[in-house]
């Protein structure tokens, strides 16, 4: 593969080599993995798997090891702007070329094996883990967990933060289903932190069959924090939990906790922007569980807000939009470049009963009218690819790239 030479390269690549985006199972990279490392990879992993709040859990973890001297990694997905942001250590994204080595790294492996971008991923963050020397490595699964490729390590620490219906056509139909893929993270004699407040039997049988010391979290985090929300406090507290699981191998002080997890911020959630005497309110939630978290979030006057909203077609879109029309008086809705993405004639169905929408064809347009609104307050939600869009027209300084 000498012809690709930069990320961009490879990533287009990437996107076009295997026949489909999404295709759930570990052999293929199990076999690659097992080309690249003889032993377990030299750093400690935790897994973190859950319908939301992995991306917001894994930044509490890392925020609390960031006031430490260990030396910590986090693998999470998708990004919002840049590709690179999938890839932290010690809180700095990594840089184009020690990402293209990991990928030359995997391709003088792989052989005949066909990999998914996501894949590529996966190894990508283990093998830049291992060159950076990482101590401390905190996996995010990308789709379910069982059959996801973070799943092909063997973890010191496993966390399932929610178990919600989404991706149906992969994960089930039902809480019960789901909980069984998400516990597929599990390990025997291994702690499995789980913050869903009423977890689904399933979980709690997939957790005795394994053998896997589950452990509830049930108490909030009542400190501190810059990230709001209250779900956000369960999230927290199953860091400060992950934390003393693993206090024998990494020491923490009580007010590294505290200073961790007051400082811990993440883009994309419940993100307030102030752009041209507007206030923007971004949050990645796209399924019916996080925008309800996110609705109740905003504050108690009623249909306040103007939204900017796109979501994918396999989401259940027509559910998120009655949720969210709590405290929407006005709709703003925009396509997404997406393969899942719904077509335009399909957005405009879930809108066809309702008068107070407007439909553009770009974000750029969609930003623009939304400046020109009398509402102050703008919530973009419904994907990462909206909350993409969006940065890239209020912060120009962000580089776009997209997400994939």
Not at 38 to 57: H, L, M, V
Not at 154 to 181: F, K, Q
């Amino acid at each position: 593969m000498g012809r690709l030479k930069s990320l961009t390269d490879w990533l287009e690549w990437q996107n076009s080599f295997h026949h489909q985006e999404i295709d759930l199972g570990l052999d293929r990279v199990r076999t690659v993995y097992q080309k690249l490392f003889s032993d377990n990879p030299p750093f400690k992993t935790i897994t973190i798997a859950g319908t939301n709040g992995k991306g917001s859990t894994a930044a509490f973890l890392e925020g609390i090891y960031l006031q430490t001297p260990f030396k910590v990694g986090v693998f999470s997905s998708p990004h919002i702007i840049k590709y690179n942001e999938r890839f932290r250590i010690n809180g700095v994204d990594i840089d184009n070329q020690s990402i293209v080595n990991a990928f030359e790294e995997i391709e003088s492996r792989r052989g005949n094996i066909s990999l998914t971008y996501f894949e590529f991923s996966t190894l990508a963050a283990i093998v830049i883990f291992k060159n950076l020397g990482v101590e401390i490595a905190i996996m995010e699964v990308g789709l379910g967990g069982r059959l996801d490729s973070v799943n092909i390590l063997n973890p010191d620490l496993t966390i399932i933060t929610s178990i919600d219906i989404d991706h149906s056509n992969y994960l089930g139909n039902t809480r019960e289903e789901i909980a069984v893929e998400k516990g597929g993270i599990m390990r025997k004699n291994i702690t499995c932190l789980c913050g869903d407040q009423n977890p689904p039997k399933s979980l709690y049988s997939e957790a005795e069959r394994i053998g896997s010391f589950l452990e509830l979290v049930d108490k909030p985090y009542n400190d501190r924090l810059s990230m709001a929300g209250n779900h956000q406090r369960i999230n927290a507290r199953l860091a400060l939990e992950a934390s003393k699981v693993l206090s024998s191998l990494f020491k923490v002080t009580s007010a590294q906790i505290k200073s961790g997890l007051f400082t811990t911020k993440l883009a994309g959630r419940m993100q307030k922007i102030n752009f041209q005497k507007k206030q923007f309110i971004l949050d990645v939630a796209h399924n019916p569980a996080a925008v309800s978290k996110l609705i109740n979030s905003l504050d108690n006057s009623q249909k306040k807000y103007l939204a900017i909203f796109s979501a994918l077609g396999d989401k259940d879109v027509k559910e998120i939009i009655n949720i969210a029309s709590k405290k929407i008086s006005s709709w703003i809705i925009v396509p997404i470049k997406n393969s899942r993405s719904l077509r335009k004639e399909e957005m405009l169905e879930y809108f066809s009963e309702r008068e107070n929408y407007h439909y553009f064809d770009s974000f750029d347009a969609a930003v623009k009218y939304s400046l020109k609104s009398p509402i102050k307050k703008v919530v973009v939600f419904g994907s990462f690819h909206t909350v993409a869009g969006v940065l890239s027209k209020i912060l120009p300084s962000q580089k776009k790239g997209g997400i994939h």
